[in-house]
Structures are given as structure tokens and as C-alpha cells.
């Protein structure tokens, strides 16, 4: 199946400070997705984005189809954004999300 | 509009029983996935449902099972439980077959014992 790397594993932040998280993957996708689950569990759905740039807020993302990566960055975090973050791709007619690792994001007040 | 629901919300089974999840997927959305995350093995598919069909199916054993109804609602289905099927079951929705984006329900967590 196809391979989901997520780096770092672990990231502490102080309140303010930005930061970049990576996502590489193995084949060809047709659908990226960024999560950030909450300490209950449920999967906060963040960006759609096989490809390009996208912002929303404080976040945004980056994919790079060709080169097989994609990006996530948070800008002048706050508490709220601890949690763990996923990065989850499809290959093209698989019709299931392959999930990385994730990233344990804590900041620090 | 309202997200995706899945029932109950936690539960407690012991071994060797049988167990039934419930998802509802987001009104509109026609296809339903369904998947298991376990601090050791992380967030892994099981299968996933369209149209009543199955269209695709996780490395699981066969005492997992699913289904789909025609209103889209799903069920999966867990028989003969193991201690180490105690999880977070997810279940995602979305749209149609080449608009892939996927919303998941709270999850129901699963304790065997």
C-alpha cells in the first residue's frame, strides 16, 4: 500500500510561534487531507488540497503532487492548536484515506 | 447541516460477544468508510460502502463486517470479540465517488474486557 510519513512525530511550541509540518508520501494521490483531532477523538477536517495552496485562518497548506509532499502551517499558534495532526491520502480509484502517523503538536502558554 | 453521527458513543463488550456500531453519514452523502485507531497501529481502514456496495475493504478479519442501507445509513459489525479490538471506531462520509473529501463522526470507543 501506499506509504504516509509524517514529521516530526513531536513538536513543542510556545504561544506565538510558527511552524511547519510535513507530509511525504509513496504514489500518486487524488485526494490530501489535513486533520486535527481533538482530545474526544473526532477528526476536525482542516484542508482538502491534492494540490496547490490553500489558507484558512492561522493555517494553511501546501502540496507539491509532483514531488509527493504536502505542508501544514500553523502561524502565531495558540493553546487551542495542541493536538494531533494527520495527514491522510488516497490513491487514485482506492476509495480509502491511508493514513500518516501523525503529529503531536503541545504549545505552551 | 448537520455532521456525521455515529452511535453509541462508548461501549463496553467482553470477549467473545458480538458487537453493532451505527454511522449516519452527513444528508446527501452517498458514501460511508469506516475505520479503527488504536494507539499501536494508528488509524487504519476497514471498508468502505457505496450505494449499498461494497466498494473496498481494509487487511481485516473476516468477523469484521459492514453494511449499507439505502437511505446511506451504515452498520458495522464486530462478532467473536478480542481484547485487542478495544478502539476508537471512526466512521467518514462523503459526497460522491470523485468527490472524495471526508467528514468523520465523533467515533464510538470500544472497550473488550
Known amino acids: 500500500g501506499i506509504q504516509v510519513e509524517q514529521s516530526p512525530p513531536d513538536l513543542i511550541l510556545q504561544e506565538g510561534a510558527n511552524s511547519t509540518l510535513r507530509c511525504n508520501f509513496s504514489?500518486?494521490?487524488?485526494?490530501l487531507q489535513w486533520f486535527h483531532q481533538n482530545p474526544w477523538g473526532q477528526l476536525i477536517n482542516l484542508f482538502y488540497i491534492p494540490s496547490g495552496t490553500k489558507q484558512n485562518g492561522r493555517l494553511s497548506a501546501t502540496t507539491v503532487a509532483t514531488e509527493r509532499y504536502s505542508l501544514l502551517y500553523i502561524s502565531s499558534s495558540q493553546t487551542t492548536d495542541s493536538g494531533v495532526y494527520f495527514c491522510a491520502v488516497e490513491r487514485r480509484s482506492d476509495y480509502k484515506l491511508s493514513f500518516g502517523a501523525g503529529t503531536t503538536v503541545t504549545v505552551r502558554a | 447541516k448537520a455532521g456525521v453521527t455515529q452511535t453509541p458513543r462508548y461501549l463496553i463488550k467482553t470477549r467473545g460477544q458480538q458487537v453493532t456500531l451505527s454511522c449516519s453519514p452527513i444528508?446527501?452523502?452517498?458514501?460511508v468508510s469506516w475505520y479503527q485507531q488504536t494507539p499501536g497501529q494508528g488509524l487504519q481502514f476497514l471498508f468502505e460502502?457505496?450505494?449499498?456496495?461494497?466498494?473496498n475493504k481494509g487487511n481485516f478479519p473476516g468477523r469484521f463486517s459492514g453494511r449499507q442501507f439505502s437511505n446511506s445509513r451504515s452498520e458495522m459489525n464486530v462478532s467473536t470479540l478480542e481484547l485487542g479490538d478495544s478502539a476508537l471506531y471512526l466512521c467518514a462520509s462523503s459526497l460522491e465517488v470523485n468527490v472524495n473529501e471526508q467528514y468523520f463522526g465523533p467515533g464510538t470507543r470500544l472497550t473488550v474486557t
Open positions: 460502502y457505496f450505494s449499498e456496495t461494497q466498494r
Open positions: 444528508s446527501g452523502h452517498r458514501s
Open positions: 504514489d500518486s494521490v487524488n485526494n
